[in-house]
Antibody, heavy 118, light 109 residues
Framework: EVQLVESGGGLVQPGGSLRLSCAAS????????MSWVRQAPGKGLEWVAN????????YYLDSVKGRFTISRDNAKNSLYLQMNSLRAEDTAIYYC???????????WGRGTLVTVSS | QSVLTQPPSASGTPGQRVTISCSGS????????VYWYQQLPGTAPKVLIY???QRPSGVPDRFSGSKSGTSASLAISGLRSEDEADYYC??????????FGGGTKLTVL
């Protein structure tokens, strides 16, 4: 059974930083593209970033470019999202998702809540 | 990055067939695969349809997806009370991003 487990969320002040992690099991992690998707309270889904299997290509939502960095460690079956200069509008549940191709969000984790507030 | 267009709400009675539309453009739906997700209240999204019309194992065949040009549809036949959820379409866009629809809240009357 594929499992994606996010961690690292919490309360942070505006301008602060957080690093999210996603631990994967039940799949050959290095064969999957990985993504972060967020959902603000009461709102719809919004893709944030994704990364190819070998980390060679990374893509970002315009509003997070220059502030967020997606990375992966295939040896540790883990995905990361480094979030800097956080804003109130970044408040959301952050989900990690995996798929065979770059636009494929097939398996999803349960999410981790990030709250940006003073 | 723009969103795909879905109706905000849909409804039906048990046993009915309902469809949810998703409209995009040639740079997303028109040239790439469409995915559909179901999100039950308080839970993470789950893939219902991938690559336009493929169903993961475990998803009932009451759910079906189709695509024509720059639009796609999700059909749910034999509507059941447990189908009450939010439904999202998504597609890769040639601008190198994933686009989601705004979501459709399905109510089973």
């Amino acid at each position: 059974e594929v499992q994606l487990v996010e961690s690292g969320g919490g309360l942070v002040q505006p301008g602060g930083s957080l690093r999210l992690s996603c631990a994967a099991s039940g799949l050959t992690f290095s064969s999957y593209c990985m993504s972060w998707v967020r959902q603000a309270p009461g709102k719809g889904l919004e893709w944030v970033a994704n990364i190819k299997q070998d980390g060679s290509e990374k893509y970002y939502l315009d509003s997070v470019k220059g502030r967020f960095t997606i990375s992966r460690d295939n040896a540790k079956n883990s995905l990361y999202l480094q979030m800097n200069s956080l804003r109130a509008e970044d408040t959301a549940i952050y989900y990690c998702a995996s798929g065979r191709t770059i636009g494929d969000l097939y398996y999803w984790g349960r999410g981790t809540l990030v709250t940006v507030s003073s | 990055q723009s969103v795909l267009t879905q109706p905000p709400s849909a409804s039906g009675t048990p046993g009915q067939r309902v469809t949810i539309s998703c409209s995009g453009s040639s740079s997303n739906i028109g040239g790439n695969y469409v995915y559909w997700y179901q999100q039950l209240p308080g839970t993470a999204p789950k893939v219902l349809i991938y690559r336009n019309n493929q169903r993961p194992s475990g998803v009932p065949d009451r759910f079906s997806g189709s695509k024509s040009g720059t639009s796609a549809s999700l059909a749910i036949s034999g509507l059941r009370s447990e189908d009450e959820a939010d439904y999202y379409c998504a597609a890769w866009d040639d601008s190198l991003s994933v686009l989601f629809g705004g979501g459709t809240k399905l109510t089973v009357l």
